[in-house]
């Protein structure tokens, strides 16, 4: 009978051969003995089972069960016994004969010599199989069978089951329910005892001098083992410890009630913080860790351990890889956090989603880092321009503001009633997210609204206030909501950035507690969808004439005149915001204007639509020199037409048409129809720039 084998040196603990009983190759040698090689005539039963590929190899297997697992088990069905043919350090046993102390890749190599000159070996042929390693040295992996304790595991997973079919349990997200379950659906009995130096000793003890799968004690203390095997066997019993040690994955099984001085279900942690809410950890370890908890939770205190289990992702390099040590690409968190800051990678983690695996590079760092200085610089304006702590009148003024009263709300000017609504309109979002456990979306909508409503636009708003107010109420007023807002803001950002943000709170002026212990944000409060709608159009006449400036490369200190052109009513907010327009677009206060009818003389204005129902006119003189700017376009022309010629000539070339590469060819092609547009735009802007000089003339 012909095997393949890519372990020879297994053939001692070879205890029979299997092949399919529908092979009708070998049917006729089922029932019958085979003799092991080496072996000195040492017979195996020649037997038939339909785990056995008869496409594989020969279709002949040798069955060594003291020599892996599926062979193992495949023995335990049969009744078939067990033969060890290893030491734990590698050598090969008596079992082995003539090759008892042998190592066993050198044994390995002997043996196959033997074998090939005795006839028996049929042929070697390469061949590639996964070889199990040892995580530390790198040494090859080998299957032993040996005496272990084991946890009897179904009992236990019927519940852990129950507990996610009947809602008790929830696991965020809920792809991941189905990984739990053919988990334990599908579970086997648990090996307990390890081998090692560390960990929490077995609590077995066995009586010197008799067996020890007989007689042996459980205890929770050596004391309590002694007397008991004092009880049972005499006085002047001895004993000693099993020296293995449990599964750290068991040790940790009962970590969230033996922290808690279990068994002593009277202990006030005990009873404050068991059953704790939820559990947030790596969805690598659902089942080496969560699941193994959920299961001696219910054995040992009747209850779950926790309501949610919230999956993070694995974190792994720019690239995607997992990080290792031979890849070179860990990063460390402490240098990580000396580099950016413990607030900044906290942040950078948040708005990963739930259950996937995130890839962190050192741009994402430094861009929430940048969010962390903005932050920080954020709350040094607000303080700054909060009246001093020993000014009473004007703080309780700050505090007279009420708003949560709606009533109270559409009194505010438009920018602090637009802010305070967006600020009420996010509170319920992100309150709303973390219940749900939305953790990156509620992460992205406070980062843009700080930045990008509250930094950008009302901080900015703000200062036509504090530094261009003819009355201290304005300025009251826009101190108050400055403070209102800021103060939400670090309430919903302290979860993920707890240090900077409690930095703040604490210098802010008054503060009774710290932040950690300040109430959470209440929320439906009044918002005024009309007041947001009124400054998103004061937004987008901003940015219209922003983007006009940066067109014509006006000079930021530069204030241009305007004509704004709306309707009556869209007039009647904008205009009221005069102040705030001219900061936020550089404009010339005394020179700007609301009418509901457009300007005369439209050839020397630049228009722009904002929004439907409103429009600006800039006069082109106040942004350009006119002349000048018509030498500098056509000088630019005719640089930008000879560039585009010359592309041209190489096209019109039959000989780099034919024999340049392809690639080149089509490159040239792109560029010259990108000169051309350039071209097409530069003489469309310099005939309406030389228009302008003609009609003034």
């Given at each position: 009978m012909?095997?393949a084998?890519?372990?020879?040196?297994?053939?001692?603990?070879d205890v029979?051969?299997?092949?399919n009983?529908q092979?009708e190759?070998y049917?006729?040698?089922i029932?019958?003995?085979?003799?092991?090689?080496?072996?000195?005539?040492?017979?195996?039963p020649?037997?038939a089972?339909?785990?056995?590929?008869?496409?594989f190899g020969?279709?002949?297997?040798?069955?060594?069960p003291g020599?892996d697992h599926?062979?193992?088990l495949?023995?335990r069905?049969?009744?078939?016994?067990?033969l060890?043919?290893?030491n734990?350090?590698?050598t090969?046993?008596?079992?082995?004969?003539l090759?008892c102390?042998?190592?066993r890749?050198?044994?390995?190599?002997?043996?196959w010599?033997?074998?090939e000159?005795?006839?028996?070996?049929?042929?070697?042929e390469p061949?590639?199989s996964r070889?199990p390693r040892?995580?530390r040295?790198g040494e090859?992996i080998e299957?032993?069978v040996?005496?272990?304790w084991f946890?009897?595991m179904?009992p236990l997973?019927?519940?852990?089951?129950?507990?996610?079919?009947?809602g008790?349990?929830?696991?965020?997200?809920?792809?991941?329910e189905?990984i739990?379950?053919?988990?334990l659906?599908?579970?086997?009995?648990?090996?307990?005892s390890r081998?090692l130096?560390w960990g929490?000793?077995?609590p077995?003890w066995?009586?010197v001098?008799?067996d020890?799968e007989?007689?042996?004690?459980?205890?929770?203390?050596?004391?309590e083992a002694l007397?008991?095997?004092r009880?049972?066997?005499?006085?002047d019993?001895e004993?000693?410890?099993?020296?293995d040690v449990?599964?750290?994955?068991?040790s940790?099984a009962l970590?969230?009630?033996?922290t808690?001085?279990w068994?002593?279900?009277?202990?006030d942690?005990?009873?404050r913080f068991?059953?704790?809410?939820?559990l947030?950890?790596?969805?690598?370890?659902l089942?080496f860790w969560v699941?193994?908890?959920?299961?001696?939770?219910?054995?040992?205190t009747?209850?779950?351990?926790?309501?949610?289990?919230y999956?993070h992702g694995l974190i792994?390099?720019?690239q995607?890889r997992?990080?290792?040590?031979?890849?070179?690409n860990?990063?460390d968190?402490?240098?990580t956090?000396?580099?950016f800051?413990s607030?900044a990678?906290?942040f950078?983690?948040?708005?990963?989603t739930?259950?996937?695996?995130?890839n962190?590079?050192?741009?994402?760092?430094?861009s929430?880092?940048?969010?962390?200085?903005k932050?920080?610089?954020?709350?040094?304006?607000v303080?700054?321009?909060l009246?001093?702590p020993?000014d009473v009148?004007?703080?309780?003024t700050i505090?007279?503001?009420?708003f949560?009263?709606?009533e109270?709300l559409?009194?505010?000017?438009l920018?602090?009633?637009w802010?305070v609504s967006?600020l009420?309109q996010?509170?319920?979002v992100?309150?709303?997210g973390?219940?749900?456990?939305?953790?990156?979306d509620?992460?992205?909508?406070?980062?843009?609204?700080f930045?990008?409503d509250?930094?950008d636009?009302y901080?900015?708003?703000s200062k036509?206030r504090?530094?261009?107010?003819e009355?201290?109420?304005?300025?009251?007023v826009?101190?108050?909501?400055l403070?209102?807002?800021?103060e939400?803001?670090l309430?919903?950002?302290h979860?993920f950035?707890p240090?900077?943000?409690?930095?703040?709170w604490q210098?802010?002026?008054h503060?009774?507690?710290?932040l950690?212990?300040?109430?959470?944000?209440e929320?439906?409060l009044?918002?005024?969808?009309?007041?947001?709608?009124k400054?998103?159009?004061l937004?987008a006449?901003t940015?219209a004439?922003?983007?006009?400036r940066?067109?014509y490369?006006?000079?930021?200190?530069?204030r241009?005149?305007?004509?704004?052109?709306?309707?009556?009513?869209v007039?009647?907010?904008?205009s009221?915001?005069?102040?705030?327009?001219?900061?936020l677009?550089?404009?010339d206060?005394?020179n700007?204007d609301?009418t509901?009818s457009c300007?005369?003389?439209?050839?020397h204005l630049v228009h722009?639509?904002?929004?439907?129902?409103?429009?600006?006119?800039l006069?082109l003189?106040d942004?350009?020199?006119?002349s000048?700017?018509?030498q500098?376009?056509?000088k630019?022309?005719?640089k930008?037409?000879?560039?585009y010629d010359?592309?041209?000539?190489?096209?019109?070339?039959p000989?780099?048409?034919?024999?340049?590469?392809?690639e080149?060819?089509?490159?040239?092609?792109e560029?010259?129809a990108?000169?051309e547009?350039?071209i097409?735009l530069?003489?469309?802007?310099l005939?309406f720039l030389?228009s302008?000089?003609?009609?003034?003339?």
């Open positions: 012909t095997v084998t890519t372990r020879p040196e297994t053939l001692f603990g029979a051969i299997a092949v009983p092979d190759r049917s006729k040698y029932g019958r003995q085979a003799i092991v090689p080496m072996t000195y005539g040492r017979h195996v020649i037997i089972d339909r785990y056995v590929d008869k496409e020969t279709g002949v297997l040798k069955i060594s020599h599926n062979d193992y495949l023995a069905k049969l009744g078939l016994p067990i060890n043919v290893m734990k350090d590698g090969l046993n008596e079992v082995a004969g090759y102390g042998m190592d890749f050198e044994a390995r190599k002997k043996l010599l033997e074998l000159e005795t006839g028996l070996a049929v042929k070697k061949h590639t070889i040892s995580q040295g090859v299957p032993l040996s005496k272990q946890v009897t179904e997973a019927e519940k852990a089951l129950h507990a996610v079919q009947k008790q349990l929830t696991i965020i997200p809920d792809r991941f189905k739990y379950n053919h988990w659906s599908n579970i086997k009995d648990w090996c307990i081998q130096w929490h000793r077995i077995v066995y009586i001098g008799k020890c007989e007689d042996y004690i459980v205890a929770r203390s050596s004391e007397g008991k095997a009880d049972k066997y005499g006085y019993v004993i000693y410890q099993d020296p449990l599964d750290t994955w068991f940790s970590w969230p009630f033996s808690l001085g068994p002593d279900v009277s202990a942690d005990y009873k068991y059953p704790t809410t939820v947030e950890t790596g969805h690598d370890i089942f699941a193994r908890m959920v299961m001696m939770g219910i054995e040992f009747g209850t779950i351990p926790f309501s949610y289990v999956m792994k390099d720019s995607g997992k990080m290792s040590k031979t890849l070179g860990v990063i968190p402490v240098d956090i000396k580099e800051g607030d990678l906290r950078t983690l948040s708005l990963g739930a259950g996937q695996d995130l962190l590079s050192m741009e994402r760092l430094s929430n880092k940048a969010f962390t200085n932050l920080w610089n954020a709350g040094k304006f303080l700054q321009n009246p001093s020993s009148s004007a703080w309780e505090v007279a503001h009420k949560a009263s709606e109270f559409l009194q505010l000017p920018p602090e009633c802010v967006k009420h996010l509170i319920d992100v309150t709303s973390y219940d749900k456990f939305f953790f990156n509620v992460a992205r909508e406070t980062y843009d609204f930045w990008g509250f930094a636009w901080i900015e708003s036509a504090l530094y261009q107010s009355g201290n109420s304005d300025a009251s826009a101190q108050a909501v403070l209102y807002v800021f939400n803001i309430k919903i950002l979860p950035m240090f900077v943000t409690e930095a703040l210098a802010l002026p503060r009774k507690e710290a950690i212990v300040t109430p959470w944000p929320t439906t009044p918002r005024n969808v009309n007041s947001i709608k400054f998103e159009n937004q006449l940015r004439i922003r983007n006009a940066a067109e490369s006006v000079a930021p200190a530069k241009i005149s305007a004509s704004i052109v709306a309707s009556l009513d007039l009647q907010y904008i009221a915001e005069k102040q705030v327009l001219a900061l677009c550089r404009l206060l005394q700007v609301f509901d300007p005369g003389d439209e050839k722009l639509v904002a929004d439907e129902g409103l429009e600006a006119y006069p003189a942004m350009i020199d006119i000048a700017e018509v500098r376009l056509a630019r022309l005719s930008m037409q000879l560039e010359a592309l041209v000539a190489r096209l019109s070339s000989k780099f048409v034919e024999k340049a590469p392809e080149v060819v089509r490159g040239v092609r560029k010259a990108e000169a547009e350039k097409s530069t003489k469309s802007r005939a030389q302008t000089v003609l009609v003034s003339k």
